[in-house]
């Protein structure tokens, strides 16, 4: 009998474990996950584990029980496209078809001084050791700078105001504030901000941040007992080493790497590549954004066009639809900003705890659907399509099996 193709998964976050279970489930390849940490880590919670809040990180090996699976936790240190292999810390895994889903990271070189007197708020071991750190910060009314106003940075401020209330909370940023949200949607971010007295500066550039300050390019300085930069996500910088096989291949400026509409890489669709990594423009020729809103369909589409390559079919084009955004404004506020499906925020948002209970079910539903898929061999997650999606992309039907 012809053995079955080896497919290796590079990560097993949102991206790379919705893969593995659309191929798992065809039982048409081996498939071997590589990754770091055996648990799953929610990332998106992590601004939770800050204050301290019981996080679950269920084990991966429990998950991925399949008699085609297989679990490596190793770094991985090496990618070389051309002779098909993997190398990692300890081995070095050849492969048929790879799924680079390595994910990102916070971009720590994108302040001066950040690396070595900022902290970030990146890994669940990491962020729970930060944790303590406020906690004790709180006992003296500490400044706290947050540097960037992206939504980890406002998710994590409120709900350490809301937890720390001593803390004093300031939120810098660069540009204007929430501008990509609807009217409504930025005054409800500036009226929770203002109830959680958190301090926002901006139009405010950071030029340097020093051990106990944050210093600014017009001269101001910020005392800072402790400062959190978030300001961008880099993607993983093993992305570079896909790009070996088609050199005409550049990097966007967050190290993401182009791919084609069905999410392959390069010419030969044996590379493939979902989740934060992958740089892929939507009908409105804006590259999807980061996110796990985008990491699980990509996961699961880069998954099923696998699949159909091991059978020799035509892969399908990626296609997804925004409904809404979902931001937490600490445990009892939150604000859902609805959008179109090329993600324009619309006039309509939701607030209180209405929105606070569709937040968490968004989060319960990213652990629950590859939980859920891999235990059961069951494609139960699907996700919106754009408006003027063709009915082959519907609901992300696929013809897998
Ligand atoms: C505080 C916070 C809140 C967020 N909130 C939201 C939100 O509300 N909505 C939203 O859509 N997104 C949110 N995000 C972003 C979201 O977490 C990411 O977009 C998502 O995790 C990307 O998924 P991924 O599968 O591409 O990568 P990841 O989840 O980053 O997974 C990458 C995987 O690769 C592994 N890995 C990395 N490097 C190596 C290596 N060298 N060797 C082996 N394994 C490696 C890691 O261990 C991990 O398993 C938030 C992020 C943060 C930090």
Redesign the pocket.
Known sequence: MKPLPHVLI???????LMAASRILRSREANVTV????SRF?Q??R??EVLTGRPVQSPSIRDWLGHRHARLVT???LDIDVVGKSVTTRTARYAYDYLLF????EVDRSAVPGAAQHAVF?DGQADTSALSRRFRSLQDTGGNVVFVGAG??NL??ASELAERFPALRITLVSRGRLFDDFSDQGQRYLRFACRRLNIRLLEGREVQRVTETAVMLTDGSRLEADLTVVAAGFRA?G?GRQLTRSAPDITLDPRGRIPCQPDLSVGPDKTVWIA???CHLAADNQRPYR????L?LPM?AHAGENIVRTIRGRETRDFRFGFMFR?ISLGRRDALIQWTGRDDTPLAKVTTGHRAVRIKEWVCRLTCLAPKWELKTGLRLYRWPQPRNADVHAEGGQYDAG
Do not use: P
Not at 101 to 104: I, K, N, P
């Open positions: 590079l990560g097993a976050g949102y991206a790379g590589i990754t770091t940490r880590e990332r998106i992590l601004h190793d770094r991985v889903a390595l994910g990102s708020i939504l980890t998710e994590s993983s093993l989740g934060d990594a980061m996110g796990c809103v990491a996961g979902c």
